[in-house]
C-alpha cells in the first residue's frame, strides 16, 4: 500500500480510512439513522487512526467537509468545513473521493490550480457555452505556498466567449492569439477574490494583460474600475 505521508504526517492509510469513515456516517445520516460522531471516531482510532486524537480526527472530518464544498458537494451537517486546508491535503482528498466514486472529476469542474483552471477553461471556450454558468458566490480558499482561490473554469470560459478577442476595458483586439488560435485575455474579478468578491459572470470581465495591471496598479484604477461598471450591463457592484 501507497504509505505517502503530507507535511501534516497523515498517511495515505489514515486519509483513506479517515475519507470512509466519513462516507459511513454520511451513509447514515441519508438513511435518517442517528449518528454518534464520537463513537465513530472512537471506532477509526482503535484501527487505521490509532496513533490520533479524538480532536484529530475531528479536524480531518471538517477537512473532508472542506474538500465536498470545494467539489460542490454537500457536506455532513455537524462538521463544519475547516478553512484554509492545504491544497495537498485538498488533493489527496479529492482523488480518495474520485477512486470511491463519489465525484467525477469533468472539465467544468471548478479547481484552485491555475493551470488546470486554464486547461479546462480553453477546452470550454473552443464549444458554444449556451448557458451562463452560475460561478461560485464565496470561493473556497486553500493555501498553497501562496494563497489561492477555487474557481470556475465555465465562467472564465464564458466570459472570454462573450468578449470575442476584443479587450472590455479598452476594446481593442487581444494582443496576440495562443497557439490553440484563441485570442489573449485575462479574466479580471472586479472585487478582487482577496475582497471577498465572487468568482461568478456579473464580477468578472475579460481584459488584455494592460487593462488588468491598469485595475491593479494604476493611479485611477478606481475611476478605470467605475467604468467598467457602467459600460458593462453584466457587472453587478458587490
Known amino acids: 500500500m501507497d504509505t505517502q505521508k503530507s507535511n501534516t504526517g497523515w498517511s495515505d492509510e489514515e486519509l483513506e480510512a479517515s475519507v470512509d469513515g466519513y462516507l459511513k456516517m454520511l451513509q447514515l445520516v441519508n438513511l435518517g439513522q442517528p449518528l454518534n460522531k464520537k463513537s465513530e471516531h472512537e471506532l477509526l482510532r482503535e484501527s487505521a487512526l490509532s496513533a490520533r486524537s479524538l480532536a484529530s480526527v475531528d479536524y480531518r472530518m471538517r477537512n473532508i467537509s472542506a474538500v465536498f464544498e470545494i467539489l460542490n458537494l454537500k457536506p455532513i451537517t455537524g462538521y463544519t468545513p475547516a478553512k484554509n486546508v492545504g491544497s495537498g491535503v485538498v488533493s489527496r482528498i479529492s482523488r480518495m473521493l474520485a477512486q470511491r466514486g463519489i465525484v ?96 461568478r459572470i456579473t464580477n468578472a470581465v475579460a481584459l488584455c494583460p494592460n487593462c488588468h495591471q491598469r485595475c491593479h496598479r494604476s493611479s485611477d484604477r478606481v475611476a478605470f474600475t467605475e467604468g467598467l461598471y457602467a459600460r458593462i450591463g453584466r457587472l453587478t457592484p458587490e
Open 104 to 199: 467525477e472529476f469533468k472539465d467544468n469542474a471548478p479547481t484552485f490550480d491555475e493551470e488546470l483552471l486554464e486547461q479546462r477553461a480553453a477546452k470550454l471556450q473552443s464549444k458554444p457555452i449556451k448557458v451562463q454558468p452560475e460561478g461560485i458566490t464565496a470561493p473556497q480558499q486553500v493555501t498553497t505556498t501562496s494563497t489561492s482561490y477555487v474557481r470556475d473554469p465555465v465562467v472564465r470560459a464564458w466570459v472570454r466567449q462573450q468578449a470575442g478577442g476584443i479587450c472590455e476595458g479598452c476594446g481593442l483586439h487581444a494582443p496576440f492569439n495562443l497557439d490553440n488560435g484563441q485570442p489573449f485575455l485575462e479574466v479580471h474579478h472586479v472585487k478582487h477574490l482577496a475582497q471577498k468578491g465572487s468568482d
